[in-house]
Structures are given as structure tokens and as C-alpha cells.
């Protein structure tokens, strides 16, 4: 039955010539129809080129995931929240928080942060749900204080493989894209809503200091000069948009199946592992120099590899279109990255 479905699937693409499931073809479109049938049948058709130029085929068992139980997205969620509106709180009243009465003044903090790690998580979301990809809702990651943050983020889980290169550019660069476009009014509101304050604020007991990147150091720039005598002090609002950019910027590393492995796989697939290793390496030479958190995320993610799953359809070219994103994505990356992010 499967071979039928393979010789249908071949006279409707004339190119295509069988030697033992090997075809000639780019495929192009057409992949999409022939996966249709094959899975049917707990099946995954996957493309690869051989040396001499030729596609192969070859089939690979695969059953479809268990449905997720979103009660898990649920709980961790509520969860989040608590945790940042009590950073929130702590943040916007330092020396009056009482807890649980404070919680109300960490709204602004909460609300913004959770909104645009939330829109990151859903741009890869429906990306997916687009190109027919399995994945589950966001799962947000709780971090009580004293943690200036809160959160460590949200993730999603794709369970089922992506198409081509260029799914894989759509699905890796909407997050990061999406939660941007997000921060950059929220940062401009935070910054219209912050104030400078007499250096003795700081000493009296402010102690961390935010590192800034391009986008951040233009917009701050754009709405202060810089102040003879006195420090910035971000409003929780700016505060958490700089969290929603750093987060955007970590999440861009061109590294394994972080969202900028991802697009440097589907624009530079045989180089991936060499990008991913220069990127590691410069991270710990950024934790050696200014912020030993980088250390940390330079193991995690060579622990979890700098390799990249190729997707099923290794044929088929990445078009324009998403080159362009690409390019963006690249842009993104270079603007929101933060080489020094805390210091005392």
C-alpha cells in the first residue's frame, strides 16, 4: 500500500523518477501531500541529497504525541503571577512592601512582563499551529524572589517534526519577533514613566545596575539626557520591558534549539556547529569579563548540544521570503544583546 502511495505520489510529480525509493527532484510543494498519505500510516517520509545530487527517500516510524495536560500551563501560570507581582511589588515600593498588601503595587511589573513573554510564546505557538506543527501551550517558569525577575520565562513544547528550512525560520524567529514588537512601546512607556533621582537614592540602597543594549541605550537617549548629577531610576514597566528584550536577545543565541538555533540551522546548515561554538565561547569570555551568569548559560547549552534535528525535508531551498526574516531575526539579535546586563 505504501508503494502505491509512493508511485501515485510520483506521477503526479513528473520530475520525479524511482530507483528504489531514491527520486530526483527538489520536491518543492508536493512534499506536503505525499507526508499527508505516508502518516497516515504511522509513517514519515524524509528527504535528504546524496553526494552525487540525487534525493533520497526514506521512511521513519512515528506516532502522534499524547495529548498535553493543560492544567500544568494552569497552575505554573498562577503561579507566575504570584511570583511577579511579588517582584513587582518589592520593586515599586523597595522600602514599604508588606506582603500580601503590596502585591497590588508589582500590576504594573506583572502585567507587562507576563504580556510579552506570553506574545513571544504564542508567536511560536500559532506559527506552529500555521504550518500544522504539534506543540503545547506556554509553560511559564516561576522563580520566587529573591529573584529580581520572577520568572525565568515561558516555553513551549513542539512534539511533532517540521517540515523544511523555511517552517523552521517561521516557527524559530515569531517569538522573538512578536514579543519585540511588544516591548519596544512597553520600554518607551516604562521610560516616559521613569525619573531621575539624586545619586544618593542609589547609596542609600539601590545596588543593581541594568546594562544596556543599542535598542535600549537609543530609546533611553531619546527621552533623557544624559543627567549631570542623579541616576535613572526605571519604572517597573521599563524594568520588565528590559527583562522582555534580554529574554528576546538570550533566546536569539545561535545556538542548538534555542529560537536563533533554529534560523541559524535553516540559513547556514553546514556552518550551524561552528556559529554555535564561536557564540559559546564568547560567552564565557562575557562571564570571565562582566556577568558570570553567562558561564552558567554557556554550560546549559553545550550541554544540551549546539547540534541541531535537521527537518524532514532537507531538499527544499529556503526562499526570499524567509531569508528576509532571517536577516531580521539577525538584526534583532544584535540590537537587543546586553554584553554586561548586571552589575553591582
Excluded at 174 to 197: D, N, Q, R, T
Aim: proline letters at 8%; charged letters at 15%; a neutral charge.
Amino acid at each position: 500500500m505504501i508503494e502505491e502511495i509512493i508511485n501515485q505520489y510520483m506521477e503526479i510529480d513528473e520530475r520525479i523518477t524511482e530507483t528504489s525509493f531514491s527520486v530526483t527532484s527538489r520536491m518543492k510543494n508536493s512534499f506536503a501531500l505525499l507526508k499527508k498519505r505516508i502518516i497516515e500510516f504511522n509513517l514519515l517520509p524524509i528527504f535528504t541529497k546524496s553526494r552525487d545530487g540525487r534525493t533520497i527517500l526514506t521512511l521513519h516510524e512515528w506516532h502522534p504525541p499524547k495529548k498535553s495536560n493543560t492544567w500544568i500551563n494552569l497552575v505554573l501560570f498562577i503561579t507566575t503571577v504570584f511570583t511577579t507581582l511579588w517582584v513587582g511589588g518589592m520593586l515599586a515600593r523597595p522600602d514599604e512592601f508588606t506582603f500580601p498588601g503590596g502585591l497590588i503595587y508589582g500590576i504594573p511589573f506583572s502585567f507587562t512582563l507576563l504580556v510579552i513573554l506570553g506574545s513571544h510564546e504564542f508567536g511560536h505557538y500559532f506559527a506552529c499551529k500555521i504550518r500544522g506543527i504539534n506543540a503545547t501551550l506556554p509553560y511559564f517558569i516561576p522563580v520566587p524572589p529573591p529573584s529580581p525577575l520572577g520568572t525565568f520565562g515561558a516555553v513551549i513544547r513542539i512534539k511533532s517534526p517540521i517540515d523544511d528550512k523555511n517552517a523552521l525560520i517561521e516557527v524559530g524567529a515569531a517569538g522573538p519577533l512578536v514579543g519585540l514588537i511588544i516591548a519596544i512601546p512597553a520600554m518607551i512607556i516604562g521610560l516616559i514613566l521613569s525619573e531621575i533621582v539624586p545619586m544618593s537614592y542609589v547609596e542609600e540602597g539601590i545596588t543593581l545596575k541594568l546594562g544596556n543594549s543599542i535598542l535600549t541605550l537609543i530609546l533611553t537617549n531619546v527621552f533623557f539626557k544624559e543627567p549631570i548629577e542623579g541616576v535613572l531610576l526605571f519604572h517597573p514597566v521599563a524594568w520588565a520591558a528590559w527583562i522582555g528584550m534580554f529574554v528576546t536577545a538570550v533566546n536569539l543565541l545561535p545556538v542548538g534549539q534555542l529560537d536563533g538555533g533554529h534560523i541559524s540551522f535553516a540559513m547556514f546548515s553546514k556552518r550551524h556547529k561552528m556559529i554555535g561554538w564561536i557564540f559559546i565561547a564568547i560567552l564565557l569570555v562575557l562571564g570571565i569579563v562582566y556577568w558570570p551568569g553567562f558561564i552558567v548559560w554557556a554550560v546549559l547549552v553545550s550541554i544540551l548540544g549546539v547540534r541541531h534535528p535537521p527537518p524532514l525535508n532537507m531538499v527544499e531551498p529556503l526562499d526570499k521570503k524567509h531569508k528576509i526574516i532571517g536577516i531580521i531575526s539577525i538584526v534583532a539579535f544584535a540590537i537587543t544583546f546586553v554584553p554586561a546586563p548586571f552589575t553591582l
